[in-house]
């Protein structure tokens, strides 16, 4: 049941691609708590996705932008604050792909220009987000800026390949331009470290069935669904949320403070 926790807030969604995306499901949530958005993702995304659906549905704007690319990220905001009426409240970034994962490249054989690519579109992009909000003064006293991420950051999943380490970059930035952000502008910075989530993108990590099985039978509370994930982005996106900044925060049901469930052997039994 919508409690308008966002009523009269304005905000971007990155990435959503299809009704199994986590920023569809975080868009569709922060509309039904009262905000006003617009969306966007890459032109290729737009052109293979089904983003225009979500458009009509909730009734706003797609402005077609690269990440990674500074002048596309400066017309989209402007875009947005036009289109909307003023600074934003939040921003979901929500943008992560790997070439050598997506061509089974092995890690230990790995494109480092593939790999450059990794870096600069799911991390650098972040950087370049923040960083072209900060010189617009486009975020709002109290606003919310967020990124996902995984928990590979911090433990080893060898067929996550450098997305791993580019996880770990973007959380780096968030805690890097947090300070800066806070300190000067009293706008927060974190990123959600969610659950494997069966995504469009999750399912071209090998092996992705058998660990999702894994982390959800790990998971006291089992894996956080992509709903439960949009609920969380709208809590750090409230008012509710003003002095959380610069923080890692683990939406995983429970998974990374585990070290064994006796149910993940019945897994290993079979």
């Known amino acids: 049941m919508s409690k308008n926790l966002l009523e009269g807030k304005k905000g971007i969604i990155f990435g959503a691609l299809d009704d199994k995306s986590i920023a569809w499901k975080v868009a569709e949530a922060c ?11 890459a032109p290729v995304a737009l052109r293979f996705g089904k983003i225009q659906k979500l458009s009509e549905q909730l009734n706003v704007e797609i402005i077609p932008a690269d990440a990674t690319n500074i002048e596309d990220l400066e017309n989209l905001v402007t875009q ?15 943008i992560g792909m790997s070439l050598n994962v997506r061509k089974k490249r092995h890690y230990t054989d790995i494109n480092y220009e593939w790999m450059q690519k990794t870096f600069d579109i799911s991390a650098i992009s972040f950087h370049k987000l923040m960083q072209t909000l900060w010189k617009k003064d486009a975020i709002k006293e109290w606003g919310s800026i967020l990124a996902l991420t995984y928990i590979a950051s911090q433990r080893t999943f060898p067929d996550y390949s450098e997305m791993a380490e580019s996880k770990a970059l973007l959380e780096s930035f968030a805690r890097s331009f ?15 470290s969610q659950s494997p989530t069966m995504t469009t993108a999750g399912g071209g990590v090998k092996g992705f069935d058998e660990f999702f099985d894994y982390a959800h039978k790990m998971s006291p509370l089992g894996n956080a669904p992509a709903e ?15 002095m959380v900044t610069m923080q890692n925060l683990y939406h995983d049901g429970g998974f990374s403070n585990m070290g064994m469930n006796p149910a993940v052997l019945e897994i290993t039994n079979m």
Request: glycine residues 8%.
């Open 31 to 41: 509309v039904a708590e009262g905000a006003q958005i617009t969306l966007t993702n």
């Open 80 to 94: 947005s604050m036009e289109i909307l009426g003023g600074q934003l409240d939040f921003v979901l970034h929500s």
């Open 178 to 192: 947090g300070y800066h952000f806070g300190s000067e502008k009293k706008v927060r910075v974190n990123t959600i």
């Open 228 to 242: 439960d994930c949009a609920a969380f982005c709208v809590s750090l996106f409230s008012d509710y949320t003003r």
